[in-house]
Each structure stands twice: as structure tokens, then as C-alpha cells.
């Protein structure tokens, strides 16, 4: 059964840094999330994107914060200048529709900013 | 409460009795989906139900949604310790590209 991967499982960056999360949705899907999880708090959606353009974000989002698609295959999270607070569980979701649609999980990269 | 509430935040019970989880949210939507995730683990979804959906199962799930009452259930039939994991609900808000809403989940505890 087709899956979303994600790498690395676990970075471990000092404050300041720059990290790339990758992901690699399923081949046939259209439409690519970014999510965050705090350690013991919900699920947050971070942002959207179809068609190689963000589509949506939320206000967690911000300058900080870039997506890119490089290839037909990567989709990637950049982080310029990691925050303590950007410790989380990082998943990547897809999904072919985004209406009416289940959106599949990757299993997510721990980031933990010392 | 905020879209996608759920309730009870935890619960335990014992082998082979039926765990049954609610959530509630404030806008309209196009489907809620339930998902579960193993401790510190991804998220692995379970089922969607559409909004002109009413009930609809899978193995031993069973899902309800009340559109007028902006609720769902998720039942877990004759649980099994493997179900032990955290449960959310997911709901869109009605949105073009389907953002997903999670509430802060029903941890699950069942014992062997």
C-alpha cells in the first residue's frame, strides 16, 4: 500500500539554524500539508500546496517558514532560523482531492531545537 | 470549545469491552475524519464520514455524525490492548483545500 515517507525521523539543530524536512507524498496526489505537534498538545496545520504554489497557511506560517516541491517526487519543509519553540513532531500529509478526501500521514520528524 | 473537540480525554477500560469517543465542532463542514496515533508515532487514519453521511463502519469501527447537533461518535467494538493509542478527530471547515481541524484527542488505555 502506497504511503507518505518522511526524512530524517529525528534532527536534533541548535537555535538559528537552518533545517530542511523532506517528505515524499504518494505518487499520485495532488495536494501536500504540513503539520506540527507540540509535545502533548494538538495536531496544527501549518500549510497547504497544490499546483507547485501555497494555497493556504496559518499564522504559525510565517517568513521563518518556506515549502518547495523540487522535483515531482520531494516535498519539503525549510525552517531559516530554528526557535526553541519550533520543537515538535513534524508531519507531512497528502491527498489526491482536497474536498470529500483522506489525507494520508507520513510518520513525522521529531525536531528538537537545543 | 474549538472545532473538533473530544470527549471524554481519556478513558480506560478492559479487554474485549467497547470504548466510545466524541467529538464536537463549531462549523459546517465536508467530512470529519478520525485518525489514531501510538505514543510519540504518526498519525494513521481510521475512517472519513461525509457530511451527508450518518453512520459508517469499518471492521470494528463504527462512526456517527450529527450534522444538526455538529457532532460524532467513534466506537470501538470488543477493544483489544493493541488499540491503545490517542484518537482525534479531524474536521475540515467547509474550505476549498481541506485543512484539517484536530481536537486534543481521547487517549485510549484498554487493559489486557
Known amino acids: 500500500e502506497p504511503e507518505v515517507t518522511q526524512t530524517p525521523s529525528h534532527q536534533v539543530t541548535q537555535m538559528g539554524q537552518e533545517v530542511i524536512l523532506r517528505c515524499v507524498p504518494i505518487?499520485?496526489?495532488?495536494?501536500f500539508y504540513w503539520y506540527r505537534q507540540i509535545l502533548g498538545q494538538k495536531v496544527e496545520f501549518l500549510v497547504s500546496?497544490?499546483?507547485?504554489?501555497?494555497?493556504?497557511k496559518s499564522e504559525i506560517f510565517d517568513d521563518q517558514f518556506s515549502v518547495e516541491r523540487p522535483d515531482g517526487s520531494n516535498f519539503t519543509l525549510k525552517i531559516r532560523s530554528t526557535k526553541l519553540e519550533d520543537s515538535a513532531m513534524y508531519f507531512c500529509a497528502s491527498s489526491w482531492d482536497p474536498s470529500g478526501d483522506t489525507q494520508y500521514f507520513g510518520p513525522g520528524t521529531r525536531l528538537t531545537v537545543l | 470549545s474549538q472545532q473538533g473537540e473530544e470527549d471524554p480525554q481519556a478513558l480506560s477500560i478492559q479487554e474485549g469491552e467497547n470504548a466510545t469517543m466524541n467529538c464536537s465542532y463549531k462549523t459546517s463542514i465536508n467530512n470529519l475524519q478520525w485518525y489514531r496515533q501510538n505514543s510519540g508515532r504518526g498519525l494513521v487514519h481510521l475512517i472519513l464520514?461525509?457530511?451527508?453521511?450518518r453512520e459508517k463502519h469499518s471492521g470494528r469501527l463504527r462512526v456517527t455524525l450529527d450534522t444538526s447537533k455538529k457532532s460524532s461518535s467513534l466506537l470501538i467494538t470488543a477493544s483489544r490492548a493493541a488499540d491503545t493509542a490517542s484518537y482525534f478527530c479531524?474536521?475540515?471547515?467547509?474550505?476549498?483545500?481541506?485543512?484539517?481541524?484536530f481536537g486534543a484527542g481521547t487517549r485510549l488505555a484498554v487493559h489486557p
Open positions: 505518487s499520485n496526489h495532488l495536494y
Open positions: 464520514i461525509r457530511s451527508n453521511e
Open positions: 479531524a474536521t475540515d471547515e467547509g474550505s476549498g483545500y481541506n485543512k484539517l481541524i
Open positions: 500546496f497544490y499546483n507547485n504554489e501555497i494555497s493556504e
